[in-house]
């Protein structure tokens, strides 16, 4: 598809405005050291940027929700979490741990999105993103046979290795700006289109999981790699061809910053992107090109 262009000037300049004013700043990433783990404790980060203060619970009866009972914790500065799982009986192999709420610190943004990851390992930091919110999705739905299956068939579509589905995007930017781009890409359409085809008496959360499981479905069927503007587009959904305009807008604006400043150029690319999306949601009028005009006007 060929690269979207914002027509309207003062867009494009509040998007290089950001840029600028983010590598005249100091720092930034997830550097330092996350929760130290313990016996019968979780460790992990949860990852769109690193989300500050989130919600992570271990999802014993797989509804979704952080019931009474099932352990709960909240990620730090960094993103970071450990999680006291001492109170289980049994394995806790398999289930996914999920996190939710919190700030997303590479926009400042609260978040509103939902990720998940399924347990392979207790000995092993997990890295929660919106690639393994897929991966839980397949596992969740019997799309996938086991977790290895899943992780393969979810790389395999997104132009990934299995390796890089369990690597930190933004640690990862300086060597593979891919699978950062791909992760916020592929988040940020999925709230999209959660908005987009939002039902009745239906939480933000709900609509999202049904993107999700769409997505789960159209992965199971793919056979060749494809980027996440394609494979929106794919989905039966209300909105798809917006979303699919929204993802290469995206990943075009945020891997111009990757380029122009690195991890500091991306966050202000995405920031700026966020809040044309987020109009986009709250006037429930998915054109990017009308968004954008209205914030230019403003």
Not at 133 to 138: E, F, N
Not at 208 to 233: G, N, W
Not at 244 to 265: D, F, I, K, P
């Amino acid at each position: 598809m060929s690269h979207i262009k914002f027509k309207k000037k003062k867009l494009s300049m509040l998007v290089l405005a950001a840029i600028a004013a983010s590598l005249a700043a100091c720092g930034g990433g997830g550097g330092g050291s996350g929760p130290l783990a313990a016996a019968n404790t979780l460790t992990g980060v949860a990852v769109d940027g690193y989300i500050q203060g989130a919600t992570v619970f271990l999802d014993i009866n797989r509804n979704g929700l952080a019931d009474a009972g099932e352990p709960s914790t909240t990620t730090d500065l960094n993103g970071r979490y450990a999680l006291d799982y001492s109170s289980v009986t049994g394995s806790v192999t398999g289930l996914p741990v999920v996190v939710t709420g919190g700030v997303d610190s590479d926009t400042g943004f609260a978040f509103a999105g939902k990720l998940s990851a399924p347990i392979e390992s207790v000995s092993q930091a997990q890295v929660v993103t919106p690639m393994t919110t897929l991966v839980d999705a397949m596992v969740s739905q019997g799309l996938a046979a086991d977790v290895p299956t899943a992780k393969q068939k979810v790389a395999n579509a997104l132009g990934l290795t299995v390796d890089q589905l369990a690597t930190d995007p933004v640690a990862a930017i300086a060597n593979n700006p891919g699978i950062y781009t791909t992760a916020v890409t592929l988040q940020r359409s999925i709230q999209m289109l959660a908005s987009a085809n939002a039902r009745t008496g239906e939480s933000s959360h709900e609509s999202q999981e049904r993107v999700v499981r769409s997505l789960a479905t159209a992965i199971r069927s793919q056979t060749s790699a494809v980027d996440v503007s394609q494979l929106v587009a794919s989905l039966p959904l209300q909105s798809s061809a917006a979303a699919q305009e929204l993802a290469s807008a995206l990943n075009n604006s945020v891997r111009t910053g990757v380029n122009s400043g690195g991890h500091e150029g991306a966050k202000a690319a995405l920031k700026a992107m966020d809040e044309v999306r987020t109009r986009m949601e709250s006037d429930r009028d998915y054109s990017l090109s009308r968004a954008a005009t209205k914030i230019d006007s403003e």
